[in-house]
């Protein structure tokens, strides 16, 4: 595919060819717009061929808006409603595209990502969506309520313009901060984008964890008032595994995340513990619920040698609250470079909830990751890419 799209007049014109835009051009082409959509990158929907380990988490079935993040908490409603995972399964299952639930409702294709590509892009012939790759955005400009794209050396024009180049995580797919130039260009506010989704590096003390690297557990984590309860893995940079990307999502510099390494243990175990096997060491029982490493490096950064009996009451008890609220002080992220997505983005303050339309500038459009909602993990961004393009789409 090259940037060879023929007529300047479109009656809309969509930048970024990922899931959201691949989503929103054929939407809107369907409706009997004449769409263009324009990416700078050799191929469509690159994200989405690397996704859920090459099989793309496609949606999550139980997404709704408590699994989102953003200034506004409410913001995502009304589109993840009017475009539900249902409905997205419905496409796929149209496309008799085989699937299967991985685990806490998280659907992914039982082959290659590449058919939930092949999939949008036959939604885009269906809707004669007409697709520019490999063209460079040079210019974006407004006047007389249109917008005039030069893209590729070309220059095309249309009244609605839809922001879907998405957020700079992975750069060295071509990621970029794109949609945040163009939404100030137009006067809109972008919330401060960080990494989410992202490993967590540590350093200091605790960094005699990085030599558990390779070793996992499953573990409640805990930053604020949100926790999660997934494995979390020892790397030798610090800590990562779906925990731990989980629960950076919430995480802001400066601050210190809690790890419950066991979470199912009632308050009291370890008295009762000593009560019951008082000739026990604290390495054995953690042993049983911890792989080995871990619960030696445990045992030797809490100091409790020796046997149960031999304890203090409230040494026992202080080595329980600890391992119960474990504190790491993570010193920053791997960066855009390792992150899933980007939180922060396009202002929703500046946005409709109902159509994605900038308040203050008829026809733009922001969607997808490029916007201030973030999804956990498990199928939800792709979620809020669909519901967001389809939202879009509607009023296009
Ligand atoms: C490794 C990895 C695995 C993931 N797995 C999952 C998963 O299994 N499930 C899930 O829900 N989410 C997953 N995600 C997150 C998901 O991929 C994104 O949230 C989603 O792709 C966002 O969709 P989008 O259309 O907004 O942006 P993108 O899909 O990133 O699309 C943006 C498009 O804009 C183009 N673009 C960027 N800058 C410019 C520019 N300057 N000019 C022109 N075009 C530009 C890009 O080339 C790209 O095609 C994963 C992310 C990564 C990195």
Redesign the pocket.
Known sequence: MTAQYDAPSYDAIV???????LMCAAVAGQRGRRVLL????DE?????L???GGR???TNLGAGPGNYHSQNPHFAKSALSRYTPRDFLDLVERYGIAWHEKTLGQLFCDGPARQIVDMLLAECRAGAVEIACGA??TEITHADGLFHVTAGGRMAKAPALVL????P??PKM???G?AYDVARQFGLKVVQPRPALVPLTLAGGDALFTDLSGVSADVLVRAGKQTFREAALFTHRGLSGPAILQISSYWHHGEAIGVNFLPDRAPGWLLAAKLAHPKAGLRRLLREALPERLATALCEQLGVEGELGAQTNARLSAAESRLADWRFQPNGTEGYAKA??TAGGISTADLSSKTLEARRVPGLFA????VDVT?WLG?????W?WASAHAAAQAI
Not at 367 to 370: L, P, T, V
């Open positions: 930048l970024g060819a990922g899931a959201a835009g324009i990416d700078h990158a469509v929907g690159k994200k989405i690397i996704s859920g793309c988490n496609f460079a955005i879907a180049t998405g957020g995580s992975i071509g990621a970029t794109f899933e997505v969607i997808g990751e490029a999804g199928g939800y961004n792709f979620q890419a």
